[in-house]
Nanobody, 121 residues
Framework: HVQLVESGGGSVEAGGSLRLSCTAS?????MGWFRQAPGKEREGVAR???????TYADSVEGRFAISKDGAKNTLYLQINSLTPEGTGMYYCAADRRRYACVLTHNAAYTWWGQGTQVTVS
């Protein structure tokens, strides 16, 4: 079992930046970030595998950066050039099954955090 705790959300003006963090209690194969805007479907943002291989959604490529600190067992998401469309709840997810490590809206990661709110005005 892996517990995930996100932090780092907040309110920011358009064009600003935030860094989200997700601390994991275990060692999953992969971890990812998802977001859900009010009234919209959840969407995958970025994922990273245990060996550092990353994948991004087209909508965030070049503006967001996912990384991890193995020593701290912490996942990060650096979000730059935020737009109001970036508003939503950001969730951290993790899994030990390689085939589960996708960025589709219906991704079935085993473990999910409670989310951290990002508001862009």
């Amino acid at each position: 079992h892996v517990q995930l705790v996100e932090s780092g959300g907040g309110s920011v003006e358009a064009g600003g930046s935030l860094r989200l963090s997700c601390t994991a209690s275990g060692y999953p194969y992969c971890m990812g970030w998802f977001r859900q805007a009010p009234g919209k479907e959840r969407e995958g943002v970025a994922r990273i595998e245990y060996d550092g291989i990353t994948t991004y959604a087209d909508s965030v490529e070049g503006r967001f950066a996912i990384s991890k600190d193995g020593a701290k067992n912490t996942l990060y998401l650096q979000i730059n050039s935020l737009t109001p469309e970036g508003t939503g709840m950001y969730y951290c997810a993790a899994d030990r099954r390689r085939y589960a490590c996708v960025l589709t809206h219906n991704a079935a990661y085993t473990w999910w955090g409670q989310g951290t709110q990002v508001t862009v005005s």
